[in-house]
C-alpha cells in the first residue's frame, strides 16, 4: 500500500515570496491533515479536512496560509507571503477517521 | 502543549537494554493515543497505538501503559537497538474530533 506522497521534499525561497506543498494521501482516507513542525518542536496542526471539507483550521495563520483539498483527495497548503518564521517542516498525514494518522515524508522550507 | 525548543528531553540507554519513555496528556476527553518515532529528515512513522478503555497494548518488542487517572502514557521498548534511536511523541486524540495533538518529543539516543 502505498503512504501519503508530498512534494517537494525541500523548498528555499525569499520572504515575501510565495510556496505551494502538495499532498496525496493514502488512497480510501477520509480526513486529511497539515501540519507544521519547527526544528526541535513536535507537529503542530495547521488544518483538517474531512473529505473536502474542513473540520478545524483554528491555528491556520489566514492572513498568509490557505489550503484546499479539490475533490476530497489531494491537496494543497500555500503560503503568500512567506515570512523568515515560516520556516518549518510540513506535514501532509491522513486517517481513515478515527483511526492512525499517517504521515508523508515532508516538505522541508526554508525562507531567507 | 507545544514541545520544547531545540533542546529535547533526552533518554540515552544502553544496546540491549529497556527503554521507558513518558508522556503526559492534556484532555481528560482523549480517547485514543499515538505513538510515533520520529527519524532524522523523517515524517513522524507510527509505532503503537492505544484506546481508553485499555490500559495496556503490546506489540513487538514494544509496550503502551496508559494511566487515565494522571493522565500519563508510557512506552517501553524492549532491548533497545540502535535503529530505535530517534524522537519520540505521544498524540492524543480527543473523542469526536479526529484531531491528534502532540506532546513534547524525547530524544532516545542508543549507546553502543
Known amino acids: 500500500e502505498a503512504g501519503v506522497a508530498q512534494s517537494p521534499r525541500y523548498k528555499i525561497i525569499e520572504k515575501r515570496q510565495s510556496v505551494a506543498f502538495w499532498c496525496n494521501p493514502i488512497?480510501?482516507?477520509?480526513?486529511l491533515y497539515w501540519y507544521q513542525q519547527i526544528l526541535g518542536q513536535g507537529p503542530k496542526l495547521l488544518i483538517q479536512?474531512?473529505?473536502?471539507?474542513?473540520?478545524?483550521d483554528s491555528q491556520l495563520p489566514k492572513d498568509r496560509f490557505s489550503a484546499e483539498r479539490l475533490k476530497g483527495v489531494d491537496s494543497t497548503l500555500k503560503i503568500q507571503p512567506a515570512k523568515l518564521e515560516d520556516s518549518a517542516v510540513y506535514l501532509c498525514?491522513?486517517?481513515?477517521?478515527?483511526?492512525?494518522?499517517?504521515f508523508g515524508q515532508g516538505t522541508r522550507l526554508t525562507v531567507v | 502543549g507545544e514541545s520544547v525548543g531545540l533542546h529535547l528531553p533526552t533518554l540515552s540507554v544502553q544496546e540491549g537494554d529497556n527503554s521507558i519513555i513518558n508522556c503526559a496528556y492534556s484532555?481528560?476527553?482523549?480517547?485514543?493515543f499515538i505513538w510515533y518515532k520520529q527519524e532524522s529528515g523523517k515524517g513522524p512513522q507510527f509505532i503503537i497505538d492505544?484506546?481508553?478503555?485499555?490500559d495496556k497494548r503490546q506489540g513487538q518488542r514494544v509496550t503502551v501503559l496508559l494511566n487515565k487517572t494522571v493522565k500519563h502514557l508510557s512506552l517501553q521498548i524492549a532491548a533497545t537497538q540502535p535503529g530505535d534511536s530517534a524522537v519520540y511523541f505521544c498524540?492524543?486524540?480527543?473523542?469526536?474530533?479526529?484531531?491528534?495533538?502532540f506532546g513534547t518529543g524525547t530524544r532516545l539516543k542508543v549507546l553502543a
Open positions: 498525514a491522513s486517517s481513515l477517521g478515527q483511526g492512525a494518522a499517517f
Open positions: 488512497s480510501g482516507h477520509a480526513t
Open positions: 479536512f474531512q473529505n473536502n471539507g474542513v473540520v478545524d
Open positions: 484532555n481528560s476527553a482523549s480517547d485514543y
Open positions: 492505544i484506546r481508553s478503555n485499555m
Open positions: 498524540a492524543e486524540n480527543i473523542s469526536g474530533t479526529y484531531k491528534y495533538i
